[in-house]
C-alpha cells in the first residue's frame, strides 16, 4: 500500500490542523495505521494509531486530549485533528500502515519498527 500525508502548515500556538493520510495500491481496511512526528535533530516518536476497524486506538501522552485519529476506510483515508497546538508539535509527521488485523491495538502500535509502509512526510509549524 501507498500512503500520501498531507494538510500540514503553520499555524500560532492554540490553533488547529487537519492532517490526512490518503492510501491506495491495497485493502486499506486490513491496516493498522500510525501518525509519526520527528523534530530537527530527534528521533521519530509515535503519536497516534488506529486499528482496522476504527474501534481502537492509542495516543502518545503528549498529546493525549488534543489529538483525534480516525479513518474513513470506504475513501481509504485516515485523518489526525490536531487541536490546542503547542510549538513543542512543530515537527514533520508522517503516516505508516502495518498490515494487521488486530482488534484492539496493543503497545506494539508504539514501535516504528513494526510498520513497513510510509508516507512521505508533511511539516507542521507552530510558532509561539
Known amino acids: 500500500v501507498q500512503l500520501q500525508a498531507s494538510g500540514g502548515g503553520s499555524v500560532q500556538a492554540g490553533g488547529s490542523l487537519r492532517l490526512s493520510c490518503a492510501a491506495s495500491?491495497?485493502?486499506?481496511?486490513?491496516?493498522?495505521v500510525a501518525w509519526f512526528r520527528q523534530a530537527p535533530g530527534k528521533e521519530r516518536d509515535f503519536v497516534a494509531a488506529?486499528?482496522?476497524?476504527?474501534?481502537?486506538?492509542d495516543y502518545a501522552d503528549s498529546v493525549k486530549g488534543r489529538f483525534t485519529i480516525s479513518r474513513d476506510n470506504a475513501k481509504n483515508t485516515v485523518t489526525l485533528q490536531m487541536n490546542s497546538l503547542k510549538p513543542e508539535d512543530t515537527a514533520v509527521y508522517y503516516c505508516?500502515?502495518?498490515?494487521?488485523?488486530?482488534?484492539?491495538?496493543?503497545?506494539?502500535?508504539?514501535?516504528?519498527?513494526?510498520?513497513?509502509?510510509w508516507g512521505q512526510g508533511t511539516q507542521v509549524t507552530v510558532s509561539s
Open positions: 505508516a500502515a502495518d498490515h494487521s488485523t488486530a482488534r484492539r491495538l496493543g503497545v506494539w502500535a508504539r514501535y516504528k519498527a513494526k510498520y513497513e509502509h
Open positions: 495500491g491495497g485493502t486499506f481496511s486490513w491496516y493498522t
Open positions: 488506529i486499528n482496522m476497524s476504527g474501534g481502537s486506538s
